[in-house]
């Protein structure tokens, strides 16, 4: 089976950092996938990581290490917009994705 | 830029009514899938759907849900008896690569 770990909440202040570790074990690996979900929402897909490594999308990065079997996201300048909950999820090899439980960010003024 | 649409965004239903969820995928993408989001809990998928047949379902996708591309463009989930547990975000998803999301219809049935 599949299973992905997250922590469930994680406050931080305006223009801070914050990084959301997520672990998995999956029975085939096909790439580790971020989204984020305002609430009321839909998810919203922010990045992908393939290969071992850091992607950089404008404010977001995700980091990868497949021998870890770990990722992050890392939220970088955070604005008051950005409060939301960030799931991390893998695909299996037909696309279907299975979804951590999700960490809420809270940022404050 | 293109993206995928739900209609209705609310639905209220009775217990043991049948009820369609419709979507519209993103015109050149193939992979369709239906999840559904129970309040405060994750996104769990519920099937998925390409080349006009299903290729993958979960437990929860039960003999009384069913897919349809009925025209070629809308993609349809059927709930056939309506139980109260089914009451839940629907949310419709296709793929070229990521996965985006529709705006989810809100199920909640009495």
């Known amino acids: 089976g599949q299973s992905l770990e997250q922590p469930s909440e994680v406050t931080a202040v305006e223009g801070a950092i914050v990084q959301i570790n997520c672990t998995y074990q999956?029975?085939?690996?096909?790439?580790l996938s971020w989204y984020q979900q305002h609430d009321g929402g839909a998810p919203t897909f922010l990045s992908y990581?393939?290969?071992?490594g850091l992607e950089e999308t404008g404010r977001f990065s995700s980091f990868l290490s497949r021998s870890d079997s770990y990722g992050y996201l890392l939220l970088q300048e955070l604005q008051m917009k950005d409060s939301a909950s960030y799931f991390c999820?893998?695909?299996?090899?037909?696309?279907?994705?299975?979804f951590g439980a999700g960490t809420q960010v809270v940022v404050t003024p | 830029e293109p993206e995928v649409t739900q209609t209705p965004s609310h639905q209220v239903t009775q217990m043991g009514q049948e009820v369609i969820l419709r979507c519209v995928p993103i015109s050149n993408h193939l992979y369709f899938y239906w999840y559904r989001q129970i309040l405060g809990q994750k996104v769990e998928f519920l099937v998925s759907?390409?080349?006009?047949?299903?290729?993958?379902k979960s437990e929860i996708f039960d003999d009384q849900f069913s897919v349809e591309r009925p025209d070629g463009s809308n993609f349809t989930l059927k709930i056939r008896s309506t139980k109260l547990e089914d009451s839940a975000m629907y949310f419709c998803a296709t793929d070229d690569g990521a996965q985006y999301f529709g705006p989810g219809t809100r199920l909640l049935v009495l």
């Open positions: 999956t029975s085939g690996f096909y790439g």
């Open positions: 999820a893998v695909p299996d090899s037909w696309g279907k994705l299975q």
């Open positions: 759907f390409y080349n006009n047949e299903i290729s993958e």
């Open positions: 990581n393939g290969l071992d």
